[in-house]
């Protein structure tokens, strides 16, 4: 057993996530560095809440921040843990409608992870669109731009393989805003390729924190690097962040050449 479910099964569901939010910047770096990247004011979307470690930084900076979390229960907890912030209970996805969502025990903290796509390491969160009669509880799917956001000046989707369609119905309020988006990209979820030329598309071009430094997503390697790298998530959420090098590289940051 991994350390992330062994501590899952001892701790109270709010005192793992105070943990999971003191630990995770060891984790993703980005996130300790928010202040470079994530303008004052305006709204944050922060698309897969989890426990909260993003949405807690996000409020010391937006004047409005949108969590959304497809897991119904962690929703419920986003909701009590940060009353400033607006948590909607659903998918992000580029149609209106309905989704199947299961939880699968893992590495991700005995389940209570963000929604995912087809995931063959870690524990992870199933969502397929409009499946009839699909395993697992149906969730509501919803595009963000139908959200009604105005100045959206960050926009985060760590939703493991669904951020595509994700994008695609988030494009009005993108072409728009030109908000910094930070996406997390994994070969072993979608083909990164389609991702990245949809928003280099939109003016966009992205950039992969690399040793504490800011490099061109252009100049690295990304799914090479996760295909070397991927075993670094066998080790489990707690023995990572206790030790985070070598560190797996998922997350991109996006930003409007405009």
Sequence with gaps: MTAGPALAR??????????VRALYPRLEPELARIDEFVPRGGTAVDAGGWFGPWTRSLLARADRVVTIEADPTMARMLARTFPRAEVIAAAVSEFPGTAAFAATPGTRLAGTSKVTG????????????????????????????DLGLTDVGFLKLDIEGHEL????G???????????????????????????????????????????????????DLEGHQRACVGDLDRGFLRRALRPEPRYINSVLFRSRA
């Excluded at 083909?191 to 690295?220: D, H, I, N, Q």
């Design 170 to 220: 988030a494009a009005e309020t993108v072409r728009r805003d030109r908000p910094v988006i930070l996406l997390e990209l994994e070969a072993r979820h979608q083909p990164v390729a389609p991702v990245v030329a949809l928003l280099e598309s939109w003016g966009y071009l992205g950039e992969v924190l690399v040793a504490g430094e800011w490099t061109p997503l252009a100049e690295f």
């Design 165 to 168: 369609p994700a994008l695609r």
């Design 10 to 19: 001892v701790l109270p569901r709010p005192l793992l996530g105070r943990l």
């Design 118 to 145: 087809t995931a063959p390491r870690g524990g992870t969160a199933v969502l397929e669109a409009d499946v009839p009669g699909g395993e697992g509880q149906a969730v509501p799917c919803v595009r963000i731009d």
